[in-house]
């Protein structure tokens, strides 16, 4: 069976970091794009690309939201079958459930629709 499951989110305070991790089971996880996205609580609506905040792909190409950039740090670890998002210098607005997903274009990756499997969500919550 194929699953995703994503986990470490937390209560951190504002400047703090956090790990999440992406853990896959049923496939090879360095075979697929693995994509994190983000959506405030309480949102109701589906994933849209301005939810996106990074991708990996399976040949190592790597992408990150704006907002994100140069706090934020995905990676693989294939031995584990799993993916990290390190997110450093965390901000109020990085509140959000996140969620992993794989997919096995690299064209679009940005947009939730070209995943084929997610992760449930880790709620991160930033305090000020």
């Known amino acids: 069976e194929v699953q995703l499951q994503a986990y470490g989110g937390g209560l951190v305070q504002v400047g703090g970091s956090l790990r999440l991790s992406c853990a896959a089971s049923?496939?090879?996880?360095?075979?697929?794009?693995i994509g994190w996205f983000r959506q405030a609580p309480g949102t109701e609506r589906d994933l849209t690309v301005s939810?996106?905040?990074?991708?990996?792909?399976?040949?190592?190409?790597?992408a990150y939201e704006d907002s994100v950039k140069g706090r934020f740090t995905i990676s693989r670890d294939n031995a584990k079958n799993t993916v990290y998002l390190q997110m450093n210098s965390l901000k109020p607005e990085d509140t959000a459930v996140y969620y992993c997903?794989?997919?096995?274009?690299?064209?679009?990756?940005?947009?939730?629709?070209?995943?084929?499997?997610w992760g449930q969500g880790t709620l991160v919550t930033v305090s000020s």
């Open positions: 997903a794989a997919g096995t274009t690299n064209f679009l990756t940005d947009y939730p629709g070209s995943y084929d499997y």
């Open positions: 939810d996106f905040v990074a991708f990996v792909t399976a040949n190592g190409n790597i």
């Open positions: 049923g496939f090879t996880a360095d075979d697929y794009v």
